[in-house]
Structure formats: structure tokens, C-alpha cells
């Protein structure tokens, strides 16, 4: 039996950090409101920032579109590490060894920062040191890992191949370590931070979508329901940034996609934290289950968004397999996605949004390595506010011009790619009518020649809306183990109501009344 005829659904995804949450709930802005720093976007970056800026004495207002910690931090495989898969030699080759040392000195003081705050407020958060490797299967993965290493050595890294000391238990060519890193539990971590913000006289909206940024005088947030936040700065730390349109952001981000699950093993689970070269990715790790049994949370399958070959469901089937073959995996406990952001040169965009204005900062592009890299941000980001220097400040610039070469061909690659998405998307004819949907099943279909998407619940109620994204347009394809329509183009995705899960896009798809 193909391990894709398994099944044919499967549960709504949600993950093993945000299933347990007890983070406390905040109301929704209803009235304008008059603030120092607003913060859009409570994730591991807003949350930080919202802290650290509290703690030195500044007026902070943080929203959320939905609920704290429930977009890409909480959705995350939550490994702080500076071993970010094979990073160091391409760094070193695109922007050269003080930068690339800049990068990893950066994210080391990211974990260190994290373990810092857990030590300082007594944070339970499943809190671990652990080794992190890179494996590969392949004598060309080999060849990869052996490079990296060599990049180790010139700048200094805490690391080196070690074969012979991964736990891995299945055969594998070569390992690179990077010792003392860690992993824990984001939600967990940001719920205690969250309290402190509170208790520090910090205010926190949640269902409170920011729709624009309007630069006036002094610069104004506009909410979903017409309220006003009057700021003296804003962070935009919404994963992708809300006004994109400002330094062309959408034009230099290329979205991925991938998958995790947690499953109670039979077999052995590593102790350390485990990444390989080839494809499929395959993340490796443990957490610590309600009573502290040790559980496999296994994650990978990375693609460009829109680009791949198969359905999202056999992406979960296939880690599934994954999990059983090699660790006696059972089913799922918990499964979700995430979509991670890259920039032009693998360095995320972390400053003053555009050169013209000093009043907007951003922090995006953390290319999966969001939990160390966000630490790093939320330090930058609340050092300018207050005027501190900050050594990293020019490797994350996002106005940064240095790009070599290579970079400007990958981006010129990916945007050709999104245009043909937008123009083939347009073109595409539903081959499906509405009669042909089962319960709990979606897709384009066609109706009175209209292209329509449509999604009919376990309840048999129909849902019908224009699939057409509504940042810039771009079609929308079905997700069918999400249940979500997804934009291919700068990676927005939909609720089956239509409404927004994820953004650039701020507006809800329109229900279809045909
Ligand atoms: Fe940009 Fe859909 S067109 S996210």
C-alpha cells in the first residue's frame, strides 16, 4: 500500500505549544488610544520587545490580529540555536567572514539572552540544553557538511564533525554538531513575559487586526474596527510585514512551508536536536510530554510556498511514516504548519523600515530560525528605540544594498516565479462542480462558469468565496489538511470562511454569492 492511500483527512491541525496555552486574554481595542511604542504582532518578537521596552520605563501598547503567540511562534519546532542547517560557508562567501562571525556571535547572545530571562523571572518552560547536528545520508551531504565545518573552524564556532556521536538510529555519512544550544517551550516562555509586561504597566489588545499604518506628524495605527493608535514609534512585528508596500518588502521575501508533529515513540527518542542536508528535510527532537514522558517531535518536508508536488496532507502522512519507521512513532498527537520568510541573503531584516522614516521598525525574514534570531531582533529593535548602539545594527540593516551577485539572481528567480503564479493562478479552470465536493472537502469549482471556492464542512453547510487574495491579488489554491486557501504568491492564507489566518493580506476573502 502507497503510504499516500492511508488516509483520506485528517484533524484540524494545532500545535503541541499553542494545544495547552493558559496565556491570559486581553479584550479588543474598541476606542482610540495614545501610546509611546506600538507593537503589531504578538509573537516571540512583539512579546520581547513589549517587555524589554516596559522594563526601561516606555509606554508600551501591544495588538495581536488574533490570539498572543498563535502565529509562527507557536508553530515552530522551538530549537534556539545558532546552527542555522548549513549557513556559515554561504555567509562567508556572500558577505564575508566579519559578518558571518557577526551572525553567529548574534544569535549566540539570542540564546543566551532566552536562557538569561528563564534564570532571571524563574521561567517553567521545559527550558533544555541540548547539542544541535546536521546529518547527512549522502557522500554529497558529506561533502556539504565538511565545508560547513571548515566555515567552524575560520570563525571560531563551538563545533565540529562527530560521526560517531550522533544518536540517530539509522546510518548516517557524516554529523556536524554545535554544542551547548537548546530547546523549550515558546509558549510556555512568552505567557510568563507576558504577565510581566502587565505587571510592568504595559497594555495588550488581542483581536485587534492593524489594517494600516498611517504616517502622519507622528505615525497612527487604523485597526479593522477604525480605531486609531496614536504612537511616537511603531514595531511591525507581524511575521510579514502588514505595509509591505513600503521598501517593496513582498518583492524581496520568498515564503516556505513546512510541517511538524509530536507522537509517542516506542523506540529510542535522540537526546540532541537533529536537521539533515538532503530532502525531504527532516528535523529531529524530543519534548517533554504533560507529565514530563518524553515524546518525538519530528518536522520538515520544507517547500516554496505554492511549489509543491504533492497535496499538504501527504506531507503530514509522509513524517508520519517517517516517525514510525525509524522511532516506532504512533499517531499524531499534535500536527501543524508553518510558513517561514527569507530574505535576499539568508540575514533576517531587522531596523528602521525605510531609510526615510525613523519612526517604523520591522523585524522579518528569520528564515525558520525564528526563536534566537527574534531574541536578537527584540533587543535591536528596543536598543534603537532607546538610542543604545547595537554592534549587530548594520548586518540586519534591512536597507542594506550589499548584495552579492548570487542573491540577485535567486531573487530575480523567485519573483518571475510569483508573477507566473499570479498570470497561470488567473487562467487556471476549476475542474470540479459543487456537486462533486464531499463532506470536508474543498477546492475550486466551477459555477455558472464562475470559478468559485467552496468547502463543504462535516455538517454538509457550504462555504463559497471569491478566490482571489486580497493583498495583491494573486489566485488561491486549496489546503486540504488545513482547510485553508492559501496564497502561493507572498504566502496569505484563509480560513474556509475567508477569513485571514495569515498575512500581508489584512482583509477577509468576500463570500461568494453565486
Ligand atoms: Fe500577496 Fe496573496 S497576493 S499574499
Redesign the pocket.
Known amino acids: 500500500m502507497n503510504s499516500h492511500d492511508i488516509k483520506t483527512s485528517l484533524p484540524f491541525p494545532k500545535s503541541f505549544w499553542t494545544a495547552q496555552q493558559t496565556t491570559p486574554e486581553f479584550p479588543v481595542l474598541k476606542e482610540n488610544h495614545k501610546t509611546e511604542i506600538g507593537i503589531v504582532g504578538g509573537g516571540i518578537v512583539g512579546i520581547i520587545s513589549a517587555y524589554l521596552l516596559a522594563k526601561a520605563g516606555k509606554k508600551v501598547t501591544l495588538i495581536e490580529a488574533g490570539r498572543l503567540i498563535n502565529g509562527v511562534t507557536g508553530h515552530t519546532t522551538a530549537k534556539i540555536t545558532a546552527q542555522h542547517s548549513l549557513i556559515y560557508d554561504q555567509l562567508i562567501k556572500t558577505l564575508g567572514e566579519d559578518k558571518a562571525k557577526q551572525y553567529y556571535d548574534a544569535n549566540i547572545d539570542g540564546l543566551e539572552s532566552i536562557r538569561q530571562l528563564i534564570k532571571e523571572l524563574s521561567i517553567e518552560c521545559a527550558y533544555e540544553t541540548k547539542d544541535s547536528f546536521i546529518y547527512a545520508e549522502s557522500h554529497y551531504g558529506k561533502r556539504k557538511l565538511e565545508r560547513e565545518a571548515a566555515a567552524y573552524q575560520t570563525l571560531g564556532i563551538n563545533g565540529e564533525l562527530t560521526k560517531e556521536n550522533s544518536d540517530l538510529p539509522f546510518p548516517i555519512k557524516e554529523a556536524l554538531v554545535m554544542y551547548d544550544q537548546a530547546q523549550f517551550d515558546p509558549v510556555l516562555f512568552l505567557t510568563a513575559l507576558v504577565r510581566e509586561i502587565i505587571r510592568l504597566g504595559g497594555t495588550i489588545f488581542e483581536h485587534t487586526r492593524a489594517m494600516e499604518i498611517l504616517k502622519e506628524t507622528t505615525p497612527l495605527i487604523l485597526t479593522e474596527n477604525n480605531s486609531l493608535i496614536l504612537c511616537k514609534k511603531i514595531i511591525m512585528a507581524t511575521h510579514y510585514p502588514i505595509n509591505d508596500a513600503d521598501g517593496l518588502y ?1 518583492t524581496r521575501l520568498s515564503i516556505h512551508r513546512s510541517y511538524a508533529m509530536v507522537t509517542r515513540a516506542t523506540g529510542k527518542i535522540p537526546e540532541g536536536m537533529y536537521i539533515n542536508v538532503e530532502q525531504p528535510a527532516r528535523s529531529i527532537r524530543s519534548v517533554q510530554g504533560k507529565y514530563g514522558e518524553p515524546l518525538l517531535l519530528v518536522g520538515g518536508e520544507g517547500h516554496q510556498t505554492g511549489k509543491s508536488s504533492q497535496k499538504t496532507i501527504f506531507h503530514y502522512q509522509d513524517l508520519e511514516e517517517f516517525g514510525k519507521k525509524y522511532f516506532g512513532g504512533q499517531s499524531p498527537l499534535h500536527m501543524w504548519s508553518s510558513q517561514d520568510l527569507q530574505t535576499l541573503d539568508k540575514v533576517p531584516y531587522i531596523g528602521q523600515m525605510t531609510k526615510q522614516n525613523d519612526t517604523i521598525l520591522v523585524a522579518t525574514g528569520f528564515n525558520k530560525w525564528g526563536m534566537s534570531a527574534g531574541a536578537v531582533a527584540a533587543k535591536l529593535l528596543t536598543d534603537t528605540i532607546l538610542g543604545q548602539k547595537n554592534r549587530y545594527a548594520s548586518l540586519f540593516d534591512p536597507t542594506r544594498k550589499k548584495l552579492k551577485l548570487v542573491d540577485t539572481k535567486t531573487f530575480l528567480w523567485k519573483n518571475t516565479s510569483v508573477g507566473k503564479d499570479f498570470v497561470v493562478g488567473k487562467l487556471k479552470r476549476p475542474d470540479k462542480k459543487l456537486s462533486d465536493l464531499a463532506l470536508d472537502e474543498g477546492g475550486l469549482v466551477s459555477i455558472q462558469g464562475e470559478k468559485v471556492g467552496a468547502y463543504r464542512d462535516e455538517q454538509g453547510h457550504l462555504h463559497k468565496v471569491v478566490p482571489v ?1 486580497t ?4 489566485s488561491l489554491d486549496w489546503n486540504d489538511a488545513e482547510r485553508s486557501w492559501d ?1 502561493a ?4 492564507r484563509f480560513s474556509y470562511k475567508g477569513e485571514v489566518l495569515e498575512g ?2 489584512v482583509k477577509p476573502l468576500p463570500s461568494s454569492d453565486i
Open positions: 513582498f487574495c493583498h495583491l491579488g494573486c496564497c504568491c507572498h504566502g496569505s500581508p493580506a
